[in-house]
């Protein structure tokens, strides 16, 4: 049986289960998903996986713009893999941090001649980054915090977002995933977003177990996808994907995982 045929086994064992016990409630946004369910799940197949490989991979092969290039025709997979735990980083072309998402959308532009990249919050581009990230699973996360003035100011700028209160809420990141960690919000706990805070608390550093596939929606998103939902369902102005305030919260994020291993596509609620 190919993988699309398992993992469609797979998934009506675990609606048939889903349905039996029903320890699912309402939650805004989804469905709450109890840990003896999200167990179940991680038992079996990540449907993230079969959308890295399947999609993502396939268009990582798949010539494409005036060129007639694919990705794989100038990176190989071993090269790609030790660079994308660098992400975000500085592209001195740009003067800028630009998120490895944008960084697909320029090889597009640039290197293969297409028109018209793939935009951030597409499946085409979702689908190239989770593959990324899936080739790179047991490497390391090592983003650049520090190394030139432009580096530091991101950095600084990424941290001022997640800390900064607004919306109606008055919330902000650091609300959440800093003060509020370890408490339970909507049937779920609320988790530090890096390694190890200093009081010694664990975290589930984040930014190394996405994109990564949601149950609740049964689709994979970005970590900056996360992040705009988060904003809204805490009454934000959800900031654009690829700005530079969305662009530096990932990296402040992504920062607070340095030395974590990529174990990606990530399987979450």
Known sequence: ??????????????ISTLYG?????????????????????????????????????????????????????CHSEEQLKKVVGTYPKYNKDLNAVISLQQRIQMCQKLNQGVDKPFALNSQENTALVTYLKYIASGEKINVDTSSNPVVKDYYEYGKYVYELKRGK??????????????????????????????D???????????????????????????FAQCMSQASMKVLPLGSKEMVALELYVTSLANGATIEAPGLVR
Request: glycine share 10%; proline share 2%.
């Open 1 to 14: 049986m190919n993988l699309k045929g398992k993992l469609l086994l797979f998934g009506l064992a675990v």
């Open 200 to 226: 010694g608390m664990k975290g589930t550093a984040a930014a190394a177990h996405w994109p990564a596939y949601r149950m609740t929606k049964s689709k994979v998103f970005t970590l900056e996808q996360r």
């Open 169 to 198: 809420r008055n919330l902000s990141c650091a609300v959440c995933h800093d003060y509020a960690a370890g408490k339970v919000l909507r049937m779920q706990r609320l988790a530090y977003l890096g390694v190890q805070r200093e």
């Open 21 to 73: 016990v029903n320890k699912a409630v309402s939650q805004e946004g989804g469905q709450a998903i109890s840990d003896e369910d999200l167990a179940l799940y991680k038992s079996g197949i990540n449907p993230g996986e079969v959308f890295a490989q399947e999609v993502g991979g396939d268009l990582f092969r798949k010539p494409m713009g005036t060129s007639n290039k694919s990705c794989a025709s």
